[in-house]
């Protein structure tokens, strides 16, 4: 357990690894629900006195990687209260709540109207918090497997047009310049949130916060290019792991891991300038990016209606290649035949959740039961019919953006190359696919072109002597980029 004297109430557990090898954040204190009540009752207008308990009940609801969430019942409505570890004190519940008052000035996505919130931790609970309107409906993820491919479509086209508006959603026509969360001072949010359009500021992201990365001295932006940025980023990487040699503590395998994350980072290093222009005038154009689209985060109604989209928390304005990937809900493998029923192990339903969501998932997040009925199939024919829906979904998220942006198509092809770039170096942070990262930097410096999804699935094989670079399966990859698609980041 490592403390933070100037992150008040957050430690850091490294006992099991943890978020990128720096440990999971830990409470060291839980927030009072009575606190918490007498906040809610303060900015809603409940009175203390003479108060009903049905008037003003707060309950806990669940818990992600930095916040608690609790829901609040009152005679008037509901609401959500999400309370906050200091990762980065006043920056993160800033940048949300500047994020979703511009996406609900600028757009017609549905997103939890701010009704108030302390950037700061003194106040009652002694955390960060905000409390917000609780948005309706259920989190898609519940609902999936039963809807008609018909409403998935609709559900797929809407988000394509979410999207399209976030791209015109700044301070330009087209976005924003430089790389960064939005956040203006509490007093500009909480007073006159029209007053202006927010700037990108410092990055607010778990790579730049987790851990010790938080006290490192590296650039945090905003930053002016995709160069700088990423730059930062494997700054960090390579911080992190001297750090690690240099203490001579930890096992033969700990050092053996480092020096791997170590020799990888500093070939993307040497490679970053041939794939992204270390100058850059003005800076570069970005736009606001939800980098977490996945089903849990969007809530649809009985007939599959988009009703919300949740957890805005850590996001950024990005450059546009990166906007340019298909959105979480549908990365996954291609697959171009429908699998067949009739050919899958029929098994015993041991799921207790409906795919309704009928048994505790709710509106911001899964409740205690997070099973699916699996109608007495194997898991893997609901895998491959997914697989399947998500192949014929990103034709139609495609055919939508070139409705609303012309030129869609060449802005996919044009970011391909520095999307499995970002994708290279968020998995060696990670730790992941090391050896075939490795052997896909080493064929761009051979200029040999290839797409890094296939290379991590199947990686290279020399056809002449010598070492296939770490194991790689027999298969030669296409040298053509692969799509968008196949090498989004997941």
């Known amino acids: 357990m490592r403390s933070d004297a100037s992150r008040d109430g957050l430690i850091w557990d490294d006992s099991g690894g943890g978020l990128d090898g720096v440990g999971e954040p830990r409470w060291t204190r839980e927030p009072d629900i009575q606190q918490i009540n007498k906040i809610c009752r303060r900015h809603l207008r409940i009175p ?8 003003c009940a707060v309950y806990f609801h669940t818990a992600g990687a930095y916040s608690k969430l609790y829901l609040v019942d009152t005679l008037r409505g509901r609401y959500m209260m999400r309370v906050s570890l200091p990762v980065d004190p006043h920056n993160k519940t800033r940048g949300e709540v500047t994020t979703l008052q511009l996406v609900r000035r600028k757009t017609d996505i549905p997103v939890p109207a701010v009704i108030a919130f302390d950037d700061t931790s003194k106040n009652e609970i002694g955390f960060e918090w905000i409390l917000m309107d609780l948005m309706p409906g259920k989190p898609a993820y519940y609902r999936w497997r039963r809807m008609p491919m018909g409403q998935k479509e609709i559900l797929t086209a809407r988000v394509a047009d979410f999207q399209a508006q976030l791209f015109r959603c700044g301070n330009l026509t087209e976005g924003f310049r430089s790389i960064g969360t939005l956040g203006a001072s509490s007093e500009d949010v909480q007073h006159d949130p029209t007053s202006s359009t927010p700037e990108p500021g410092q990055i607010v992201s778990p790579v730049f916060f987790s851990g010790s990365h938080y006290h490192y001295t590296v650039q945090r932006g905003p930053f002016k290019s995709s160069h700088d ?4 980023y494997l700054n960090i990487i390579i911080k992190e792991h001297t750090t690690v040699l240099a203490s001579n503590s930890g096992t033969d395998d700990d050092r053996e891991y480092a020096e791997g994350v170590l020799r990888v980072a500093r070939k993307l290093l040497r490679l970053l300038h041939k794939i992204f222009p270390a100058f850059v005038h003005p800076p570069e154009r970005t736009v606001l990016w939800h980098d977490n689209l996945s089903l849990r985060n969007i809530l649809v109604d009985d007939s599959g209606r988009i009703t919300g989209v949740v957890d805005w928390q850590c996001l950024s304005t990005v450059p546009r290649w990166v906007a340019s990937q298909m959105p979480e809900f549908l990365r996954g493998a291609a697959r171009d035949k429908m699998p067949d029923r009739n050919r899958y192990t029929d098994v015993g339903n041991e799921a207790h959740g409906g795919s309704d969501g009928s048994d505790g998932a709710s509106s911001y997040g899964p409740g205690l039961e997070d099973s699916l009925d699996n109608e007495g199939k194997t898991e893997l024919y609901w895998i491959h019919l997914m697989e399947y829906e998500q192949t014929q979904l990103r034709k139609v998220y495609a055919a939508r953006m070139r409705q609303r942006r012309p030129d ?12 499995d770039f970002f994708g290279a170096v968020s998995r060696c942070g990670a730790g992941f696919y090391l050896r075939r990262i490795e052997q896909w930097v080493d064929a761009l410096d051979r200029k040999e072109f290839l797409g890094l999804m296939e290379v991590l699935r199947v990686g290279i094989r020399k056809e002449k002597s010598g070492t296939s670079g770490g194991g790689a399966r027999a298969g030669a990859v296409a040298t053509a980029v692969s799509s968008t698609v196949s090498s989004a980041v997941v």
């Open 229 to 232: 940025w990423l730059r930062a």
């Open 48 to 55: 203390e006195e003479g108060a009903a308990d049905n008037d």
């Open 408 to 419: 869609w198509d060449n802005e996919v092809v044009d970011g391909t190359l520095k999307a």
